[in-house]
């Protein structure tokens, strides 16, 4: 069974910075592939950040140059710097694996979401 535990969201400040954490855990051989996703009330899932084991990352135009994601693979952790946070960034925001583990194939995984609110 691999499990994703998010932390780190909460309440800041505009122009603040949050860092968020997701550490999966199971029977992990390999995650390929991290990722951070957002959504507002009233709003679909969106894309934030993404990496893959070769390092490439890949982020939302409305991110960049604010946002950074990161990953240790030791630790099966992903990680999202957020710079400069904006009201508009208010969003539950949730990771996404695609996890390889041992005897039962490989799937994509979420994490159970995390709230950040902007707000002065």
């Known amino acids: 069974q691999v499990q994703l535990a998010e932390s780190g969201g909460g309440l800041v400040q505009p122009g603040g910075s949050l860092r968020l954490s997701c550490a999966a855990s199971g029977r992990i051989s390999r995650i390929d592939f991290m990722g951070w996703y957002r959504q507002a009330p009233g709003k679909e899932r969106e894309l934030v950040a993404a990496?893959?084991?070769?390092?490439?990352?890949n982020y939302a135009d409305s991110v960049k140059g604010r946002f950074t994601i990161s990953r240790d693979n030791a630790k099966n952790t992903v990680y999202l710097q957020m710079n400069s946070l904006k009201p508009a960034d208010t969003a539950a925001y949730y990771c996404k694996m695609w996890i390889n583990t041992w005897g039962r194939g490989a799937d994509y995984y979420w994490g159970q979401g995390t709230q950040v609110t902007v707000s002065s």
């Open positions: 990496t893959t084991t070769d390092g490439s990352t």
